[in-house]
């Protein structure tokens, strides 16, 4: 209705009102650019040191972006940094036949975020594989002792039977966590992930721990 009055109504730059949606008046306006909103601030501000452990197994193929987006989203939830008291530290690890490390512990996002881009799905799925390493990285890290260390892990499925199936995957995880779950393990789930297997391998509570999902959207917006 406010279309072709000679008048820029949409409250846009240069507009001379505000009475109808941006961009829905570019016969007076002209055409407007479209922004995205601009990154939220980090909500996290504590001292951590994370490890991302991805499945890259070959079922993950059609989620790729996704995965690649969530785990990037993940980070920017966390004030990144390495000080003595403060900032939080992301290392990255990719598992399906055997795991990968492609980001050892730092706060520098560009490295972060140049080691997701490499994630590219194919074989089997070993989460055995994927836990020990990051279990190790984060025990060798002494340098930040009051970082609270966690691995979150990210999966579509079951470990397969080649290597050893949902037992090993657990005992892993157990191996993972520490006697006195110095390492918290976040187990995040969706697809043929099966509830069960998550709580078992997740740290306790599972209520808090365990984030069994029918979807990847669905974990996105829990978290």
Request: glycine share 10%.
């Amino acid at each position: 209705m406010y279309r072709f009055d000679g008048d820029c109504d949409d409250g846009g730059p240069g507009a001379s009102y505000t009475l109808c949606t941006l961009g829905s008046d570019c016969s007076d306006c002209g055409s407007r650019t479209s922004y995205p909103p601009p990154p939220r601030a980090p909500s996290c501000l504590a001292q951590h040191d994370l490890v991302l452990v991805l499945d890259q197994s070959g079922s993950m193929w059609s989620f790729a972006s996704q995965v690649r987006n969530f785990a990037n989203a993940i980070i920017g939830q966390f004030a990144l940094g390495a000080t003595q008291t403060a900032g939080s530290r992301f290392a990255v690890v990719f598992f399906a036949s055997s795991a990968q490390t492609v980001a050892s512990l730092t706060a520098d996002a560009s490295t972060l975020n140049s080691a997701i881009s490499g994630y590219s799905p194919r074989g089997l799925t070993c989460i055995s594989c994927g836990l020990a390493p990051a279990a190790a990285l984060l025990r060798s890290a002494t340098d930040r002792p009051n970082a609270r260390k966690v691995i979150l892990l990210l999966t579509d499925g079951e470990q397969s039977y080649s290597y050893g199936g949902r037992s090993a995957a657990i005992a892993s995880a157990q191996a993972a966590r520490g006697g006195s779950d110095d390492i918290t393990l976040l187990a995040l789930g969706f697809g043929g992930a099966r509830a069960a297997t998550l709580n078992a391998m997740a740290s306790s509570p599972s209520s808090l721990n365990s984030f069994p999902a029918s979807s990847l959207a669905e974990l996105q917006v829990r978290l």
